[in-house]
């Protein structure tokens, strides 16, 4: 006849260790979910309900929610100039950045030898360097009685950028769209040539190598192995340099003009000077919705879903 054996006893402990186990993942993220929700959450909160107080209102008399969505309407209307003068002037910086950084990286990852780490520690160094004093040097490089500026006199190329309306007239370089750009570019190149180069470096030689035993030109194979699998870190430096170059006013305060003002500067100015809340957390939160709406457009037309 057959036994059925008893059932044995668990040892003591073990029902309550699997819960334990099951709540340790979150008691690991409750510190990194309490930073942004003090640090992201309540500030966006405070800003979204600032862009919705009554226009009417001041510091003096006092802000009132009303719930007032035509600040963005009129935000919108009477600044779009700068805010689209601020989304041209981050999307050219960011293919300059692209173009540049692009050819740094593959000469760091692929041709520095035992030069990479010098090049890395070149390429981060201006990060030791004040941001301000770093955009106050270009004072300096583009002054209108600096050798950049006779240079590009005697090359003519002040005259191709004023065609193109990077300047305003023919024999100076600052204080116009192209010295603003060239701010961007310098400061934020750095942003695009670290995830391109830590992309490149995961690129496995032996497919550069089979590509042109497959009787690929250089360039072909570049275009089909090299580039494609460097594309995740295309995307990421991208997106570091445009979204922060997109709400920068450091640049256009010290190297522009009132001609050449980007949307940061007119928030800047709303909430420091003209004490403007409404308006500004208003066109804080516009700038937001465009940037993010444009980032998951780019990403998944870019097929790197996986980044967002």
């Avoid at 010098?118 to 390429?123: A, E, G, P, R, T």
């Avoid at 004093?133 to 191709?160: M, Y």
């Avoid at 995830?195 to 072909?220: F, H, N, T």
Wanted: glycine share 8%; net charge neutral; aromatic share 12%.
């Amino acid at each position: 006849m057959a036994t059925v054996d008893a059932p044995q006893d668990l040892p003591t402990g073990a029902g309550t260790r699997r819960p334990r186990r099951r709540l340790t993942g979150y008691w690991l993220i409750l510190p990194g979910a309490l930073w942004l929700l003090v640090f992201f959450v309540v500030p966006f909160y405070s800003l979204v309900a600032s862009s919705l107080f009554d226009p009417d209102g001041s510091v003096l008399t006092g802000y009132e929610m009303t719930w007032h969505i035509g600040n963005y309407w009129d935000a919108f209307t009477q600044y779009k100039g700068q805010l689209g003068r601020s989304l041209l002037y981050a999307g050219i910086a960011t293919i300059v950045c692209l173009v540049v950084g692009y050819v740094l990286a593959y000469a760091i990852a692929f041709k520095a030898g035992r030069w990479k780490n010098l090049m890395l520690v070149l390429v981060i160094a201006p990060f030791f360097t004040s941001f301000l004093l770093r955009t106050l040097s270009w004072k300096l490089i583009l002054a209108d009685d600096g050798w950049v500026v006779g240079v590009a006199q005697a090359i003519h190329l002040t005259d191709v950028l004023n065609l193109i309306g990077l300047t305003t007239t023919d024999d100076r370089l600052l204080a116009t769209p192209f010295a603003v750009i060239a701010g961007l570019t310098y400061n934020f190149l750095p942003f695009m040539v670290l995830p391109l180069y830590a992309s490149l470096e995961k690129v496995d030689v032996r497919l550069i190598e089979a590509a042109g035993d497959l009787y690929a030109s250089p360039m072909r194979g570049f275009f089909k192995v090299t580039f494609p699998l460097s594309l995740p870190g295309v995307v990421a430096g991208t997106l570091l340099t445009f979204i922060p170059a997109a709400g920068d006013y450091v640049n256009a305060q010290l190297l522009g003009s009132t001609n050449t003002k980007m949307i940061g500067n007119s928030i800047q100015s709303l909430f420091t000077t003209q004490l403007d809340y409404a308006t500004a957390g208003a066109l804080s939160v516009i700038l937001m919705v465009i940037i993010v709406a444009a980032v998951m457009i780019y990403v998944r037309t870019a097929g790197t879903e996986e980044l967002v």
